[in-house]
């Protein structure tokens, strides 16, 4: 009897590769803000990212959501989570290979490529499993931010940017690694911060007491959190850890955890504070000022996480087409299935290419070019990310959207970047009030833009648009989304004009900025040299 269930043309595991070396557009863009070394101290952790090891951790990690402990078997309020091993093993991987805090230390001792490498690192690991990095965002982003409170600072920075990882509540000081969270949202407000009502009253001691609901908090089992509450001054930024100093714990009460879109390995919850201890960051009633530090620096991993989640889309993708045969022939020397993928790798290598210049913004000490571009940057590289993915889904057919083929949890993902501090729209209004309030911010992101100047007509005529966008003040808001994403795609432009192939950028400039493409990807014009496209998209092994 003839066997029935052979396994025919089907693609093999993908595993035994590397998404940091092996991804042209990453190794050049490292090699290109930073070095050789650079890119060698990322050996190790690129061949762990795309191995079955490390796959296996981030199913684990989904598939096994964490889980709320409210209170002990005797009825002591506990206020815990549990997460799977798997979960622990992607934080501890990202803490030891210096993805959370440890670039402000290594800056700080003068290694002069420490955020491009942190960033590097993060478009890799992060591919393997994206929930775990929202601690490690939210860690490496309250260095900055604590800086407003020097004595504080002192105290808890040695512990932010140390490369340890200890899971559990315990004294902050005495562990060898410390994780942080924010806690903004409430009920009432959402990005209108200023709306939040948690009330902060000051103590003898110097502390404040803060009573409020948070209504969405991420990875509640963080050591320590900046939050936001009202004094008579009006919003302020306060460090709320979880244990303090003599050892009690916090009143931090978990109400539940949230069902969400997105990644299940990581736990989002609603908090209550009920006297809960906090020590002001900053000046009273400069809250705002004081926690953005902390905001624009998540807004540079939402750009790094989104162009992760679009790379790992696009691995999924050619690797099928490379292994899967239809109608007499493999998918990837189809030419209709060739202009599809040579339109998601033109989209990943933009995302990658603009990233990667943001984080060594951040090495160089461009605050200016960080402000403007930073915004439009993450407006328009986390509002395509769902539609990417979803067409690298459509490549890998049903295969696609059965879950263990991981390409699921990427669907799910894909959106949540563009909601990340604050909706399209309110980062589209932020682009205009950087263009507004710092002329130096222009200015920067115009030197960048102009550096390509010349080199197509396509993106010469996009640049002048852009001018044109900007110059009537008056209905600035109601073309904000257009301004936010017009300026994000001129600096990919200039980007890919001076550093990529050029069948890179040639069809970056007839599509994105000369108009000539459909209304779904997988329309590039027939002089596009698809196959050369997708073949530097396939990344090597490890």
């Known amino acids: 009897m003839a066997a029935t269930h052979e396994v025919l043309n089907q693609a093999p595991p993908l595993v035994g590769y590397d998404p940091i070396a092996g991804d042209a557009a990453l190794r050049e863009a490292c090699l290109r803000h930073a070095d050789e070394a650079t890119l060698a101290s990322l050996a190790e952790l690129g061949a762990l990212a795309g191995s079955e090891q490390a796959r296996e951790w981030g199913r684990l990690a989904d598939e096994n959501r964490p889980v709320l402990r409210t209170h002990d078997r005797y009825g002591h309020r506990v206020d815990e989570v549990e997460f799977h091993p798997a979960w622990h093993e992607l934080m501890r991987t990202a803490f030891e290979h210096g993805l959370a805090g440890a670039p402000w230390a290594a800056a700080d001792a003068g ?23 929202c601690p490690v965002t939210m860690t490496y982003a309250a260095v900055p931010a604590l800086r407003a409170a020097p004595d504080l600072a002192a105290r808890y920075e040695p512990g932010l940017t140390a490369t340890g990882y200890r899971f559990g509540l315990t004294d902050p000081v005495a562990k060898p690694g410390l994780v942080a969270g924010m806690g903004m949202t409430e009920k009432q407000g959402g990005s209108d911060v200023r709306a939040n009502t948690t009330r902060a009253v000051a103590n003898a001691d110097g502390s404040y007491s803060l009573t409020g609901h948070k209504w969405f908090t991420s990875a509640p089992m963080s050591d320590l959190f900046l939050v936001l509450a009202q004094l008579d001054e009006g919003v302020s930024c306060f460090l709320v850890p979880r244990v303090l100093p003599d050892g009690s714990r916090n009143v931090f009460r978990l109400q539940r955890l949230k069902d969400k879109l997105g990644d299940r390995a990581n736990a989002s919850s609603e908090v209550e504070f009920d006297g809960t201890t906090g020590w002001l960051v900053g000046a009273p009633g400069r809250g705002v000022p004081t926690i953005i530090e902390m905001v624009n620096t998540t807004r540079l991993d939402c750009v790094i996480g989104s162009a992760a989640t679009v790379r790992a889309a696009l691995t999924q993708a050619v690797h099928h087409a490379r292994h899967r045969s239809a109608f007499g022939a493999l998918l990837v020397d189809q030419p209709l299935m060739q202009n599809v993928l040579a339109d998601l790798a033109v989209e990943s290598e933009a995302a990658t290419a603009l990233a990667i210049r943001l984080a060594a913004a951040v090495d160089a000490g461009e605050k200016a070019f960080l402000r403007l571009a930073g915004a439009a940057a993450k407006f328009l590289v986390c509002k395509r990310t769902p539609g990417v993915v979803g067409e690298a889904l459509e490549v890998l057919g049903g295969n696609g959207y059965v879950e263990e083929s991981g390409m699921p949890r990427l669907y799910r993902q894909a959106p949540l970047n563009s909601i990340w501090e604050g909706s399209g729209n309110v980062i589209a209004l932020d682009v205009l009030r950087a263009l507004g309030r710092s002329s130096e911010s222009l200015a920067a992101v115009t030197d ?59 069809a970056f400039c007839a599509t994105r900025l000369g108009g000539d493409w459909g209304s779904v990807l997988g329309t590039l014009p027939s002089a596009v040299p698809a196959a050369r496209i997708v073949e530097r998209s396939t990344v090597a092994p490890a």
């Open 448 to 506: 960048e833009i102009e550096l390509a100047r010349g080199a197509d007509a396509r993106f010469d005529d996009a640049v002048k648009r852009l001018a044109a966008e900007l110059g009537d003040p008056d209905a600035l808001p109601l073309r904000a989304r257009r301004i936010a994403g017009l300026l994000a795609q001129c600096l990919q432009g200039s980007l890919l004009l001076r550093y990529a192939p050029p069948e890179v950028a040639d």
């Open 111 to 133: 290694y002069r490529h420490a955020h491009v490498r942190r960033a590097v690192g993060y478009l890799g690991w992060t591919q393997v499993e994206a929930g775990h990095g």
